[in-house]
């Protein structure tokens, strides 16, 4: 025993000293080679990082992307990977799409597993969805042993693309941006607006690290001054996703099941159950009669990926019998992955618990509900915002749901209110292309200077 522990602690000096050798380096300007830079990785970095003061770990960091920008405006390209482990949070197409017609960049889809929910089921339905799509499509599987030659080709991308924040969050580990060498860029292009009020987010490695983080609002910029990293690598370009749902082309026959021409269709979006979200737990059976019973409603059930970890259900057949069962209703159906901008543009209102709908569900102008239950971390500024301009019922409050169903969610007495602060939220959206506004940003950092 006292020789593992004496391992470990070995072990963690090595990394402390790792981390303080390539900072001073970097710091001191003692850096000049690819190869040098090589050598480390951002998670050595980053814990030199935490040791500054603010001004220090800036200025360390800006050195660091001066060193990789000016290597690769000589070798005049960038390969670029965009690296993604859900279809249902893959939101770069336009920006995929320019990269592949300007011959300074390669871009490549790099598909990885998840670390929580149904790794296997959904990395192949990602697999599935990219190959179909006419994208240069590589995998690193979902398993954290590598079969060979994997690793090797993360470490052969100049730039790396990425929407989780979280550390571990992909499978194999090598995947996550901490694990990611030195001599790259790493770009966070968020996969939802953030809107609650978590401040160990903003500590992670990727949002400490990234040569770009990319925001939505001027909300979120002030937000990420509010830390130590003091929002020095935050670009202010709108929100990428929404670019799919102005280009959506959706034939609202083709998507909802209906027992009558004008049929109330209504998007449920519940998010998964533990001890801090969702409310699912409390209503699903609710929700489902109701669907059944009130053939002038259509209903698509999009549940988040990950509730097979919601322990209601003793078990994924039990969830899957749940779903087969919204599946047989003549006025409803069930979707899992995949887009869902169709179902926006088509739909009338949307019902959740989930927090990055609060925000995404905007752009439509449509009313969606709020079912509240559990305490959430609390929300920031544009979180709070937000919350005053839409919606809310205990998630057991069915009277007030059922009104929201009947009533208000068509009259929408709200609508006004709502449509003069999306259009402040969403402005670069509205007026131009988030993607455009992101791929400028990139390219003058890395051809004009």
């Known amino acids: 025993m006292k020789n593992k522990v004496t391992g470990k602690y070995i072990k963690k000096i090595r990394r402390k000293l790792l981390g303080s050798t390539v900072g001073r380096r970097i710091r001191d300007n003692r850096i000049k080679s690819e190869k040098q830079l090589k050598a480390f990785r951002y998670k050595e970095l980053k814990r030199y990082i935490d040791r500054l003061d603010s001004e220090e770990a800036i200025a360390t960091m800006q050195q660091l992307f001066a060193l990789n920008c000016k290597r690769i405006r000589k070798q005049n390209h960038a390969r670029v990977a965009f690296v993604v482990y859900s279809s249902s949070e893959w939101q770069c197409e336009r920006l995929y799409r320019l990269m592949e017609k300007d ?71 090598y995947a996550n941006a901490y694990q990611r060498k030195l001599n790259q860029l790493l770009i966070h292009i968020p996969y939802s607006v953030y809107i609650e009020d978590a401040p160990a987010k903003y500590s992670k490695t990727l949002i400490t690290c990234a040569w770009m983080n990319i925001c939505v609002t001027e909300y979120e910029k002030e937000y990420y001054k509010s830390f130590k990293m003091r929002g020095y690598n935050v670009h202010t370009c709108g929100y990428i996703k929404l670019d799919d749902y102005k280009a959506v082309k959706a034939d609202a026959e083709k998507i909802w099941k209906k027992c009558r021409e004008d049929s109330f269709k209504i998007i449920l979006a519940p998010h998964f159950v533990n001890e801090k979200v969702g409310t699912f737990h409390k209503n699903y059976k609710w929700f489902y009669e109701y669907a059944k019973n009130h053939p002038e409603t259509s209903w698509v059930l999009k549940p988040h990926p990950r509730m097979t970890k919601s322990d209601f259900f003793s078990s994924e057949e039990e969830y899957r019998k749940y779903l087969g069962a919204w599946d047989e209703l003549p006025n409803a159906s069930t979707r899992i992955m995949g887009s869902y901008y169709d179902l926006f543009a088509t739909s009338d209102v949307m019902i959740l618990d989930s927090m990055s709908f609060v925000a995404e569900y905007q752009i439509t102008g449509k009313p969606l509900l709020f079912l509240t239950g559990k305490e959430h971390n609390g929300m920031n500024r544009l979180g709070q915002a937000l919350m005053e301009h839409i919606y809310k019922a205990d998630g057991e409050d069915f009277s007030t749901i059922e009104s929201f169903i009947t009533e208000i969610g068509r009259m929408d007495p709200m609508k006004e209110m709502r449509d003069e602060f999306r259009n402040k939220m969403f402005a670069v959206n509205i007026r131009s292309y988030a993607s455009d506004r992101v791929m400028s940003v990139i390219s003058e950092e890395l051809k004009s200077k």
């Open 103 to 173: 011959d300074f960049y390669s871009p490549d889809i790099i598909i990885s597993g998840f670390r929580a929910g149904d790794t296997e089921r959904v990395y192949k339905t990602t697999r599935k969805f990219f190959d179909s799509s006419k994208y240069k499509v590589k995998d690193v599987g979902y398993s954290d042993e590598d079969p060979g030659g994997y690793e090797e080709l993360l470490d052969s991308y100049d730039i790396l693309v990425y929407a989780s924040p979280y550390d571990s969050a992909l499978k194999p580990d």
